[in-house]
């Protein structure tokens, strides 16, 4: 790789667009070159395909459940009437829609895939601290995914993404696999996240102060951080029920004197901080797209990426809030509740900002800020009814309800798929090379849009009402909410299907990308469209603010730009 | 053209152990010893959870664990102690001989981490069958007229099944730690042969050596934990 570098004429680089150089996705041929390269783009491309792949398995899961559930009501045990499958096997169906979204999709989605193509390039920096690393981690992704799919032919499991104790120590189905992948998919997590944080601090090129990273660059950092110092204490849970299902240890055993309870706090001291390594890109993300199509500099940066950290920090000590019920001591329910709350201002403090930056900008209406207006709305109402089940009174009511499944969907779909989704449509011109059909990506964006508030709108009045979640039946009063809801998730689904389309069509005969569509002015858009093999030409030095965009008039401004 | 010029200057000195994505050595070595140090608090959050498990199980059951210890062999456990810190010693010597540039010192002093390693693993072993033999197992598999067969007072009030669970557990991932820097250890051994490492350039050295230590110092929480309840 060396010597292809020194190859090139001194002049290469005066060329922006299908230069002399190569770039960096024909710089080396052949399928072997892809599976061994330890290339940051390359790979980050990888995690894309791979997550995309999951994302259509989860997502046919989702759709198969709501079918399930737009069906003629079971008459119970005395009259047997199922549509289309029986309890079990929707019990199977749930589960593995929940741990491929969460574990194979949403976590991996924006950092894996987008952080690992963009950190290094807003860095300016050649690749990842530890490119073999990086490698590895991709292939232990790709293991904990096979050994998860596995599961399916080997009985599935039917235990919920939460593989609560003492049910699944318990159940007949196939849980040892599911929870091995989960634990193998946990080391990809953690690899990852100390790449990038080791990368942030010893890779940015001279004169790119932590102030002015892009805000990305700050959410994937504070992501990073929940994923090395949170992951492990889900590997260590699950690591005691594979022991407890192969051999009976008894730590959660009641029986044997061990404590299932105690599985539910493991469990989400990781899983409420990984909630966040979930949300915390998708911030990142929304401050790039809403800051570069409103033209000016964004509101608040400090605060927005202190409060990210904030987020991080504060999201460690939370995780009693998922237990309310689990009769854990008044003392620890209020102090969760509160801290609950806390989280709530750094979020707050972050979409205020978003609003406060579009104000008064020249808004560029293109479909990634459609999908970003999209998520703004989205994650608000997401983010307020998560207030709601924070409240302790209340949440006695809802838990456990389709309130719950509703407000998540809202933050984990709602907020991060569309962020991601949004992020592709931004930097999907410096990935590829190629333009999206603008069109079509606001008629997509329109169909998720609305597909998905109806899909999700309507659970929020079941859980009031009293629907319980994971219920393969219900009562006849809740089957036309229940109908609205699966209409609206065939709409959402329609909406993606559409943007694979238009994404596929763009690859083959999409325009060519200038180096720079948006006029972006973090480091990503100094190089080619798609980036050379080692990204840039030269050395970038940075002199300026990831968000100073020429067309800002200093003249008004009392503390304006240097 | 004024930073290509400037590019080659620097690409001038350019060690054969530099990765071509790093400026210069000393930034190669800080990422290397950054992202050790992340990945051992990782490691330190990976324990807490048993270290948990154990608080909470000896909240619960104070008496077994007072009675249960007595079944633990504390010389044994005090043995393995010393053959752990002197490890830490002679692991600490090794990077010494990389700075210092002693190709002897690196090799022997790693030579010597790993055989204590391998001492600790082999009492480890003898602990663990003599165990097994009088069916002083984890959870369900724990076997109390076996153990009273062999002469072993093991009618302990409470849960003796988790104490042995948690003994087990904690003691079983720890020496799987070791196990695995003891594999580190025949790697790094293997590139001292090959002269790789010296003065500039022995952060893999230095992070194998970081890892031996945090095995050390979790080894040195469980022995008083396991071996020395009052």
């Known amino acids: ?562 | 053209m004024s930073q290509q010029t400037a590019h080659a200057s620097t690409a001038g000195h350019h060690p054969k152990y530099l990765a071509h994505h790093f400026e210069s050595m000393a930034q190669q070595n800080a990422a290397g010893k950054l992202g050790m140090w992340l990945f051992l608090g990782q490691e330190v959050l990976f324990f807490s959870g048993l270290f948990l498990a154990y608080i909470l199980a000896r909240i619960f059951y104070p008496e077994t664990f007072l009675a249960a210890h007595e079944l633990l062999d504390w010389k044994l456990g005090a043995l393995n102690t010393v053959f752990l810190l002197t490890s830490s010693l002679t692991m600490a010597l090794a990077v010494r001989g990389a700075q210092v540039n002693s190709q002897k010192q690196m090799y022997w002093n790693i030579m010597a981490t790993l055989i204590l390693g391998g001492a600790f693993m082999v009492v480890k072993y003898f602990e663990y069958t003599h165990k097994f033999h009088d069916g002083l197992l984890p959870g369900k598999l724990f076997d109390a007229a076996k153990a009273m067969h062999n002469g072993v007072p093991a009618n302990i009030p409470g849960a003796p099944a988790i104490f042995f669970a948690i003994y087990f557990v904690m003691t079983g991932t720890h020496g799987l730690h070791v196990l695995i820097g003891m594999g580190l250890m025949i790697w790094l051994l293997i590139r001292i042969k090959r002269g790789d490492f010296n003065s500039e350039n022995h952060v893999y050295l230095e992070n194998v050596g970081l890892y031996w230590h945090i095995v050390d110092l979790i080894w040195i929480f469980l022995f008083p934990l396991l071996y020395l309840v009052r």
């Open chain 1, 1 to 562: 790789m060396e010597s292809n570098r020194k190859n090139v004429p001194q002049g290469a680089h005066a060329a922006t667009a299908g230069g002399a150089e190569p770039n960096y996705i024909n710089a080396h041929k052949g399928i072997w070159s892809w599976m061994t390269t330890v290339d940051h783009k390359r790979l980050g491309l990888m995690y894309l395909v791979g997550v995309l792949g999951f994302f259509a398995v989860g997502g046919i899961f989702a759709l198969l459940v709501r079918t399930q559930l737009l069906g003629p009501i079971f008459k119970g045990a005395s009259g047997k009437q199922e549509w289309l499958f029986s309890g079990e096997t929707y019990n199977k169906l749930f589960t593995l829609h929940g741990a491929v979204m969460v574990f194979l999709v949403i976590i991996p989605s924006i950092p894996a895939s987008l952080g690992n193509f963009f950190l290094p390039l807003m860095l300016g920096a050649k690749d990842v601290a530890f490119p073999k690393l990086n490698l590895m981690s991709f292939y232990v992704y790709i293991l904990g995914g096979a050994f998860l799919l596995f599961s399916i032919f080997t009985g599935a499991v039917d235990t919920g993404w939460t593989f609560y104790t003492p049910y699944s120590s318990t159940t007949s189905t196939s849980v040892v696999s599911a929870v091995l992948g989960v634990f193998i998919l946990g080391f990809s997590s953690i690899l990852t996240g100390v790449n990038f944080i080791v990368t942030i601090h010893k890779m940015r090129a001279p004169g790119l102060t932590w102030v002015r990273l892009p805000l990305f660059v700050w959410a994937q950092y504070a992501t990073s951080l929940i994923q090395v110092l949170a992951t492990p204490v889900l590997a260590i849970t699950l690591m005691l029920l594979a022991i407890e299902r192969t051999i009976g240890v008894g730590i959660f055993d009641p029986k044997l004197g061990g404590d299932p309870v105690l599985f539910q706090h493991f469990f989400w001291f990781y899983s409420h901080p990984a909630v966040y390594i979930m949300i915390l890109p998708a911030f990142g993300v929304i401050s790039e797209i809403i800051t570069i199509n409103s033209r000016k500099q964004i509101f608040g940066y400090k605060a927005i990426a202190m409060s990210s950290v904030a987020i991080a920090v504060i999201g460690f000590l939370v995780w009693g809030h998922h237990m309310f019920t689990s009769g854990q001591s008044e003392l620890a329910a209020a102090v969760f509740s509160f801290l609950t709350f806390a989280v709530a201002v750094p979020t707050a403090i972050k979409t205020f900002s978003w609003v406060a930056t579009m104000y008064g900008g020249s808004l560029r209406m293109n479909s990634a800020m459609w999908y970003a207006q999209a998520f703004l709305f989205l994650f608000t109402i997401g983010g307020l009814t998560g207030l709601f089940l924070g409240t302790l009174s209340v949440d006695i009511h809802l838990h456990d309800t389709y309130f719950v499944v509703a407000h998540f969907h809202y933050v984990m779909m709602g907020g991060t798929m569309t962020a991601f989704v949004g992020a592709l449509h931004h930097w999907w011109p410096k990935m590829t090379g190629r333009m999206l059909n603008e069109f079509w990506g606001k008629v997509s964006c329109f169909f998720v849009f609305a597909g998905f508030n109806i899909a999700f709108f309507s659970q929020f009045v079941l859980g009031t009402k009293g629907m319980p979640r994971r219920y393969a039946n219900y009562l006849p009063e809740f089957q036309y909410l229940h109908q609205i809801s699966t209409i609206g998730s065939y709409l959402l689904g329609l909406g993606f299907f559409i943007t694979l389309c238009y994404m596929i069509q763009s690859l083959i005969n999409g325009e060519k990308a200038p180096p720079n569509p948006w006029g972006g002015r973090s480091l990503e858009w100094e190089t080619d469209s798609p980036p050379i093999e080692h990204n840039f030409h030269h050395q970038p030095v940075v002199t300026h603010g990831p968000y100073e965009f020429p067309e800002i008039d200093h003249s008004q401004a009392p503390r304006g730009g240097h």
